[in-house]
Nanobody, 122 residues
Framework: QVQLVESGGGSVQAGGSLTLSCTVSGKFDRTYCLAWFRQASGKEREGVATSDAIDRTSVANSLKGRFTVSRNNTKNNLYLQMTGLKPEDTAMYFC????????????????WGQGTQVTVSS
């Protein structure tokens, strides 16, 4: 089994920044792809960014320029740097792992963390 634990969420004002972390443990295959998703209240889960085993990354087009994803394979960590935060970025942010890469479809990931809440006020 693979465990993922997110941290770093919180409340910020619009224009602020946050960096989320995801720590992966358990029977984690380092060839797995890791990803960030988010889900706002009453909305579907949305793909944010992915990182493959050699840290080739991809960010959702609507978030490029504000969000950056990175991975530290030595520490089994995934990070999401968020800048220029907007109220519409308010959501629960989830870390996910799976063996299918370069996808932002939630159904393609087998393992999920519990999420960390990000709230952006105007």
């Amino acid at each position: 089994q693979v465990q993922l634990v997110e941290s770093g969420g919180g409340s910020v004002q619009a224009g602020g920044s946050l960096t989320l972390s995801c720590t992966v443990s358990g029977k984690f295959d380092r060839t797995y792809c890791l990803a960030w998703f988010r889900q706002a209240s009453g909305k579907e889960r949305e793909g944010v960014a992915t990182s493959d085993a050699i840290d080739r990354t991809s960010v959702a087009n609507s978030l490029k320029g504000r969000f950056t994803v990175s991975r530290n394979n030595t520490k089994n960590n995934l990070y999401l740097q968020m800048t220029g935060l907007k109220p519409e970025d308010t959501a629960m942010y989830f870390c996910a792992a799976g063996d299918l890469c370069y996808t932002l479809r939630a159904a393609d990931y087998q393992f999920w963390g519990q999420g960390t809440q990000v709230t952006v006020s105007s």
